[in-house]
C-alpha cells in the first residue's frame, strides 16, 4: 500500500502535515453473537458520533451500503448488519432460528443490545422497514429519526409485483412456493429487482446482483427466503399498529422513495403524511433499489434531514 493511499483506497494528502484534506473514515468488517446468531456487520465513524443503523431488505445484504456508509461516516456512527438469513450472518443449525420478522427484529434488538447502542436513527429499506419499525414501535424512546426508502407501512403502497406473493398467502400450497421459487428466487428475478424502473439498467453494478444471487443459491437458503415470503402477511397485518406509533410518537421521518418500483409504490410514501404531517417525502426517477442509481442524493437528503431532526 503506498503512503497516497488511506485503507478506503482513496487518496490522501502528503504534502505537508499542515495540509488538511477531507477524509473518509474506514468502513470495517466486524462479528458479533446476539440472540445465539453470529450477525456480520459493517461499522464505520466514531463511537461516541451519533448512530444510524443501516436495515438492508430482500435479496441483499449491508453490500448494499458500501457507497452509502462512507457519505455517512465523518458525522455519525453507521452499523450496517446482516439479517439472519442474507450475507454474512452465520445461523447455527443447532439454533434452530425461526425465520420471521418478529424473530428479525428481536435478533436486531439484541444486536443494538450487544454493541451497547441505546439510542440510534434507523434506515429502512424493503424487508428492513418491518424490522425497523418493530424496532420502533417497542423501544420509541430508542429512536431518533427514520428515514424510509423504499419501506412499506401502508396498504396502499403495496404494488402489483405482490401478486404471486399475494396468492401464496392466500393458498400455501407446494405449487404456489413453487412457482415463488422459479420466479423471484432465480438470477433473473434478482437482476429484474434491481434494473426494473431504471432509465440506463446497464448502470447498475453486476457485483451487487451477483453477489444476492450466489448466496441465494447456498445450500437451504431458498428455503428459508419462502418461509419469509409466507411470513411476510404478518408486516400487513401489524401496519394499524405501526400507524398508531407513528401517530402516537410523530418520529423525524423523511420517506425518500425510488417512484418507479414495483413493489412499494409511492402511495406508500404519501401516506406516512397521514400520521407524521410533518414527514418530509422525496421522490427519485429510478428503481427499488434507488440507493444503487441515486446514492449521492440519497446521502445528501439524508444528512440535511438528520441534521435538522437533532
Known sequence: MSDATSRTGMKRATSSPDDVRFTVPPTSIRRVEADGVLVFYRAAGEANAPVVLLLHGFPTSSFMF???????????????PDLPGFGFTEVPPERKYPYSFDRLAFTIDALTQALKIERYAIYVFDYGAPVGFRLAMTHPERVTAIISQNGNAYEEGLGDAWGSI????????????????????????TRWQYTHGVANPESIPPESYTLDTALLERPGNKEIQLDLFLDYASNLELYPKFQEYFR??????????GKNDPFFIPA??????????????QFLDTGHF????HVVEIAAAMKEFLQTSR
Not at 458500501?66 to 450496517?80: G, H, S, W
Not at 399475494?166 to 428475478?189: C, V
Not at 402516537?248 to 422513495?257: D, F, M, Q, V, Y
Not at 404519501?270 to 400520521?275: G, L, N, P, S
Request: proline share 7%.
Open 66 to 80: 458500501r457507497e452509502l456508509i462512507p457519505r455517512l461516516a465523518n458525522d455519525y456512527r453507521v452499523i450496517a
Open 166 to 189: 399475494r396468492k401464496y398467502w392466500a393458498f400455501p400450497s407446494a405449487e404456489n412456493r413453487d412457482i415463488l421459487r422459479q420466479t423471484i428466487l432465480t438470477a433473473g428475478g
Open 248 to 257: 402516537k410518537s410523530k418520529p423525524p421521518l423523511l420517506a425518500i422513495w
Open 268 to 281: 406508500g410514501a404519501e401516506a406516512f403524511r397521514k400520521d407524521i404531517p410533518n414527514a418530509k417525502v
Open 290 to 293: 434507488a440507493i444503487e442509481t
